[in-house]
């Protein structure tokens, strides 16, 4: 440790940036910067307060491990976000592993499509290839919808939204009352439930639920299931694009939540035909998709019935979500 001794701030964050830099990460400085926070604890008010002062020889050495670590991880290209275990979406903050598709700011785009045009607390909705859970988590602690079930292919998966959905959605400011239980393992099922007052003064409780169900699609789903509102953002890469993908999300994001097939429409195609049978008359349906996919995708919709196709952009000014009608 001596030859490290007189480090300072600024010092170890210049260190950190080089070492990304030459491993091609594109926001070097900014993902040394977090990492430096995680492993020292460190704000960016003490940060520039003290970035030309030595670091304190005992908080380097209880620190500077973590920090090569962090480094030699992100240089390696692991997405910053697994390193840190974390990522904000929608002013929540999301448990995310390699087990599930990193929320991205492109997603809060269907959270807020729903968002502005279901305002009624007794909307049920259904959130189809869940991953984090931070659409469904999200639309249930912002949109206070009564009813609303997150469903995906993997356990995996699952059990990362089941964490996210015990931390963000029991444990509420305003909560009564809350619990959380096991429906079934075949197929894996839990429901939790959460009693929230409607004034500080504890009046008029609301019950809302949400639902964490493994399945295929619809396969384990009751088949008198029906939803006033159902949403996904399904894989929709096309297979032979997804090896000119960064790194990060090429070899460390999973596959099965990117993989579009041949074309990259497989799912909403399958989405298209199941979503309808699950559907109330007037029922909505709302899929990201890539940015060059919004006609594709609202051309399948029509030919399965639907009206009112309607494109949303993200922020950037890019469709990003498509959004139908079930008048049938």
């Known amino acids: 440790m001596e030859e490290y001794e007189g ?3 600024r010092g170890l964050l210049e260190e950190g940036t080089a070492l990304l830099k030459e491993a091609g990460v594109g926001e070097a400085q900014t993902d040394a910067w977090y990492l430096l926070s995680a492993a020292f604890g460190m704000d960016r008010v003490h940060y520039y307060l003290e970035q030309d002062r030595a670091v304190r020889p005992e908080r380097l050495s ?5 920090y090569r670590e962090f480094l030699a ?3 390696a290209r692991i997405p910053l976000q697994q390193i840190l275990g974390n990522q904000e979406f929608m002013g929540l903050t999301f448990a995310v592993d390699e087990n599930v598709l990193i929320p991205r700011q492109d997603t809060e785009t269907l959270v807020e499509a729903v968002l502005r045009a279901h305002t009624d607390p007794q909307t049920t909705v259904l959130d189809l290839c869940t991953g984090s859970g931070c659409i469904a988590v999200s639309l249930a602690v912002l949109g206070g919808y009564g009813s609303v079930t997150a469903s995906d292919i993997s356990g995996a998966a699952l059990k990362v939204a089941l964490k ?3 931390r963000l959605f029991l444990i509420r400011k305003g909560t009564v ?3 959380s239980f096991r429906l079934s393992e075949q197929p894996w099922k839990r429901e939790l439930r959460t009693w929230i007052a409607q004034d500080a003064a504890g009046n ?3 019950e809302q639920s949400l639902t964490l169900l493994q399945s295929d699609c619809f396969r384990e789903f009751e088949p008198e299931a ?4 159902i949403v996904s953002n399904p894989p929709y890469i096309p297979s032979a694009v997804i090896g000119t993908l960064e790194p990060e999300v090429r070899d460390h994001e ?14 909403y195609r399958v989405l298209a035909l199941e979503c309808s049978r699950h559907l109330r008359r007037g029922g909505m349906v709302y899929f990201e998709i890539g940015c060059d996919q919004a006609a594709a995708v609202g051309r399948i919709l029509e030919i399965a019935g639907y009206s009112g196709v309607e494109t949303i952009r993200d922020a950037a000014g890019l469709d990003r979500v498509v959004s139908a009608c079930w008048m049938r």
Request: charge should be positive; hydrophobic fraction near 35%; glycine fraction near 14%.
């Open 204 to 206: 008029g409780v609301r």
């Open 62 to 66: 209880s620190g500077y491990g973590a």
């Open 164 to 166: 996210n959905a015990k």
């Open 177 to 179: 009352r809350s619990q």
């Open 254 to 267: 999973p596959r099965i939540a990117l993989d579009g097939m041949e074309d990259g429409l497989h799912f």
């Open 7 to 9: 480090k300072t701030w």
């Open 226 to 229: 029906v939803y006033d509102v």
């Open 73 to 75: 991880k992100r240089a």
